[in-house]
C-alpha cells in the first residue's frame, strides 16, 4: 500500500498591501476572502513650515520595509505566500535625480526633504495664474487645478528652486515612487496622473485596442498646456519626467519585485506588484462593491448599484469619490478610469475634517483635563466626548436628541479652504456661537459641531453631484474617522443616505492588497477582484424621527448662508482696500 505525505503547511495565497499616509506606513496582508491576516505601521516623518509641508523618500521607504517585516512576522506570513503586492500613498510629489537620489523641494536645501506633500498650498498663486489661461484640460478637474494638484507645485519648484528644477530627472507621485523604487519600472497610474496630473483619461481610453498593451505609450498628456503655463520642458523625452508609460491600476510592472527591493522587504525577488492608486482612492476598491443584504436583492436588470454609490475615505482629510458610467465631471478632479477601470471617476473633498477635529480639540483650554480622563478610562478623547454629549442630552429636556444641543453653535468647517464643490482654497473656517465658557462640555459642543459642519459638507457635495447627472443613494464609509459611531451616525441623518461600513477596517490597505492580487493574475480584472475581496459589515440608517430632518435641514441652510457671508465679507474688506 502506498501513502502519499501531505504537506502540513499547504501554500496559501496571501496579497500584500502597503499604503502611506500622512504621518505613518501601513501594511496589511489579505487572504482570497479578503479578510485582514495581520498588519502593522511605521512612523514617518514630516517638516512643517507654515504653508510648506515636506517629507523624505528615503525615511518613507525605510518605513515601509519595516511595516511589511513586522505585518508578515505578525500574521505568521512566509515570503513565499506572498503572491503580489500593491502600493498606495498620499497625492504628494517627489523629486528624484538620475540616479534616483532624493532632490531637495525645500527651501532649506536639506537633500532629505524631496516630497512636497499633498496639503502642501505654498503653490496658490501658481495655481491661480495656471487657471487664469481656462485650458480645455481643466474642465476635467472642475474648471480649475487645486494647489494641492502637481502642475501648480512643479511650476512653483521651476519659479523658486531652479537649481533642484535642472536636476530632477523623474517628478513622481508618492504612490507611483513606491512602485517604481519596488521594481525599477516608472510606469505611473492612470489614477495619479488623471486625478492629479491634467492626463486625460478618455483619450488615454480612445486609443486603446485589444491588439494594444495596457502598458502603453502615454497618450493623454496636453502638451499646449504644459507649454502654455511654462512647463514646457516637461514634454520633452516623450514626458519622461513625468511619465512615459501609464497603465490601469493593478497592471503588473517590469518583472516585479527587484534582487534589492525584495531583500529590503524580507519577500522573494520577482513577487508581482501592480501599478498603483492614490490612498484614499486604494479606500475606494476596497469597499465600493461591498453589498448589504438590500442590495443583493436588486436584480441584474436594475441601475449598476456601483453607480448609486458613494465613498467616504475618511482620515486627515476626506475624500468623496463616485462613478458613473457618462461623463458627470464637475467637481475637484476625476476622470475616465482613474479608479476603477472603464468608469468615470468623480472625486470631491473635504481638505481638513480628521485634522480639523483634532485642531479643534487640542487647542482647547479644556484639552490636557480631557486627555487625562480619556488615558485614566482607557478610553479615545473621542469615545469620551461622545459619553458626554449623552449625558448632556438626558440632562438637557430643552435638546429631544444629541444633534440638537448645538441649536447656538454652527460652523463651516474650510480652516484649510474648501476643495469641493466651491474648489476656494481662500475659504475661511467659521465658528459662529462662541462663549466665555471653557468646559469639558462646552468643547464636546465644538466637538460636536465640527463634525456636523463635516456632514454638511459631504450633503453639500452629494447635492451637487447628484444635480450633475449621478443618481446617488449610499454612502460607504472607511478610514479612521469612520470608527467613530456619531461621526459616522452624524452623516447618515445629515445626507439621508445609509452608510455601509465594510467588514474589514482597513479599507485602504485591502484596496492596495487588490493591486497586487491583480497583478498576480488572480483575478480577470480590478472590478473582478473587488467583487469578490470586497465585503460589507455594520449598515448604518438615518434616523427615523422627522425631528432631526427637519433639525438638520434648517442648520444645513445656516451652513450654506455663512460660506456666502464669507464671500460678502471679503468683497467689503477688498473694496475698503482698494
Request: proline letters at 4%; a negative charge; hydrophobic letters at 40%.
Amino acid at each position: 500500500m502506498t501513502t502519499v505525505e501531505l504537506n502540513p503547511f499547504p501554500s496559501r495565497s496571501v496579497f500584500l498591501g502597503v499604503d502611506v499616509g500622512t504621518g505613518s506606513a501601513r501594511a496589511g496582508l489579505f487572504d482570497e476572502s479578503g479578510k485582514l491576516l495581520g498588519s502593522s505601521s511605521s512612523p514617518i516623518q514630516i517638516w512643517k513650515d507654515g504653508d510648506c509641508v515636506e517629507q523624505s523618500s528615503t525615511d518613507i521607504w525605510h518605513a515601509v520595509c519595516a511595516a511589511v517585516k513586522s505585518a508578515c512576522s505578525l500574521a505568521n506570513v512566509s515570503d513565499v505566500e506572498v503572491k503580489g503586492i500593491g502600493f498606495a500613498a498620499t497625492c504628494s510629489l517627489v523629486a528624484v535625480d538620475a540616479e534616483g537620489s532624493p532632490v531637495t523641494v525645500s527651501w532649506s536645501g536639506d537633500s532629505r526633504r524631496n516630497i512636497i506633500v499633498w496639503m502642501d498650498h505654498r503653490a496658490v498663486k501658481q495655481a491661480e495664474r495656471i487657471n487664469s489661461f481656462n485650458s480645455p484640460v481643466l474642465q476635467y478637474c472642475g474648471g480649475g487645478v487645486s494647489p494641492e494638484m502637481e502642475p501648480p507645485k512643479l511650476l512653483w519648484v521651476k519659479e523658486n528652486l531652479q537649481e533642484s528644477w535642472s536636476m530632477v530627472y523623474k517628478w513622481m507621485d508618492l504612490s507611483d515612487w513606491l512602485s517604481y523604487r519596488a521594481t525599477g519600472d516608472d510606469t505611473r497610474s492612470l489614477c495619479t496622473t488623471v486625478c492629479k496630473w491634467t492626463y486625460l483619461g478618455h483619450a488615454h481610453m480612445q486609443q486603446m485596442t485589444e491588439k494594444v498593451s495596457r502598458d502603453m505609450e502615454a497618450c493623454g498628456w496636453d502638451d499646449e498646456f504644459w507649454e502654455e503655463i511654462g512647463l514646457g520642458d516637461l514634454v520633452d523625452g516623450h514626458h519622461s519626467k513625468i511619465g512615459r508609460s501609464v497603465a490601469f491600476p493593478g497592471h503588473p510592472l517590469g518583472n516585479g519585485l527587484t534582487a534589492t527591493a525584495a531583500k529590503e522587504l524580507g519577500l522573494l525577488a520577482g513577487t508581482p506588484v501592480g501599478t498603483s492608486l492614490i490612498d484614499a482612492h486604494a479606500g475606494g476598491v476596497g469597499v465600493m462593491e461591498s453589498k448589504s443584504d438590500s442590495d443583493s436583492l436588486k436584480k441584474e436588470s436594475d441601475v449598476d448599484t456601483l453607480c448609486t454609490r458613494m465613498v467616504l475615505v475618511c482620515g486627515t482629510s476626506t475624500c468623496h469619490m463616485a462613478v458613473s458610467r457618462e461623463n458627470c465631471l464637475f467637481l475637484a478632479c476625476g476622470g475616465l478610469s482613474a479608479m476603477v477601470p472603464e468608469y468615470w471617476l468623480t472625486e470631491g473633498g473635504q481638505s481638513a475634517t480628521g485634522a480639523l477635529l483634532d485642531h479643534i480639540i487640542e487647542n482647547h483650554v479644556a484639552s490636557p483635563r480631557l486627555a487625562n480622563q480619556a488615558a485614566s478610562q482607557k478610553v479615545s478623547v473621542f469615545k469620551l466626548l461622545n459619553n458626554i454629549l449623552k449625558s448632556m442630552a438626558q440632562e438637557d429636556t430643552s435638546s429631544p436628541f444629541v444633534a440638537a444641543l448645538t441649536s447656538d453653535m454652527h460652523i463651516l468647517p474650510d480652516f484649510h479652504g474648501n476643495r469641493s464643490p466651491v474648489a476656494d482654497p481662500n475659504s475661511k473656517g467659521v465658528v459662529f456661537g462662541m462663549t466665555l465658557d471653557t468646559s469639558e462640555k462646552q468643547l464636546a459642543l465644538l466637538y460636536l459641531a465640527t463634525v456636523q459642519g463635516i456632514a454638511y459638507g459631504t450633503r453639500h457635495i452629494v447635492e451637487h453631484c447628484n444635480a450633475h447627472g449621478h443618481k446617488i443613494d449610499t454612502l460607504l464609509a472607511c478610514g479612521g474617522l469612520s470608527k467613530n459611531p456619531l461621526f459616522i451616525q452624524e452623516h447618515a441623518d445629515i445626507v439621508g443616505c445609509p452608510i455601509i461600513l465594510p467588514r474589514e477596517s482597513e479599507s485602504v490597505l485591502l484596496g492596495a492588497a487588490i493591486l497586487g492580487a491583480v497583478a498576480a493574475k488572480s483575478y480577470p480584472s480590478l472590478h473582478d477582484a473587488m467583487k469578490a475581496l470586497n465585503a460589507a459589515g455594520q449598515v448604518v440608517h438615518p434616523s427615523s424621527d422627522p425631528k432631526v430632518k427637519k433639525y438638520h435641514d434648517a442648520k444645513y441652510r445656516i451652513f450654506r448662508d455663512l460660506y456666502e457671508q464669507q464671500l460678502c465679507h471679503r468683497s467689503i474688506i477688498a473694496q475698503a482696500l482698494a
